[in-house]
């Protein structure tokens, strides 16, 4: 019987505000990645990898956050749904202003199926009210995520390019 692939989720979300106007900040940010290597010592297991880039830190990597129990499907991630469909796995991108914030845009999805050896990238922006004192906190996310073989690489969405690419980011002011 052929072994079960696993789950491989990881959502990379930035946050700035208009400070980051700043020629440095900006250039920072624009050099962040859409994908990095997991940490070490994740096992062969379905796993959830978290990362925030933040203005705060001057886009250093932060403390970032690994799951490898089960993943309790289905999950939503901001404007994404994940869940098992038999040996597949089903992705589903619904922009709504709750996960997607300002400005709004059209609520058209997009659906995929994914089978062994498949990832999607799905990117997607906003902006929401700041607090602290900024008017308006601004953020991209993105969610890669796939099916691996049984014996899963670290860096599988780094050096292996998607299967799909989503862009559903807007022009955003920086």
């Known amino acids: 019987m052929p072994a079960t692939p696993h789950v491989l ?4 979300t930035y946050t700035w505000t208009k400070a980051s106007r700043d020629p440095d900040l900006a250039e920072r940010l624009r050099q962040l990645p859409s994908a990095v290597s997991l940490p070490r010592g994740v096992a062969d297991a379905d796993t959830m990898h978290k ?3 933040s203005e705060h830190s001057a886009f250093a990597e932060s403390a970032f956050d690994v799951a490898t129990e089960p993943l ?3 999950l939503r991630l901001g404007c994404v749904f994940v869940e ?24 058209e999805g997009r659906h995929v199926l994914l089978v062994k050896g498949q990832w999607l990238q799905i ?31 670290r860096d599988w969405f780094v050096v292996t390019a998607p ?10 002011p920086l």
């Open 51 to 53: 990362v925030g880039y």
């Open 72 to 74: 309790a499907m289905p």
């Open 123 to 153: 990117m997607y922006n906003g902006r929401i009210p700041g607090a602290e004192g900024a008017l308006w906190v601004y953020f991209k996310r993105i969610v890669n995520v796939g099916l691996t073989e049984s014996s899963m690489r």
């Open 84 to 107: 098992r469909a038999s040996a597949k796995l089903a992705v589903d991108y619904q922009y709504r202003l709750a996960c997607g914030g300002l400005p709004e845009r059209a609520a």
């Open 163 to 172: 299967t799909l690419l989503w862009d559903e980011c807007v022009a955003m």
């Open 9 to 12: 989720l990881q959502e990379i």
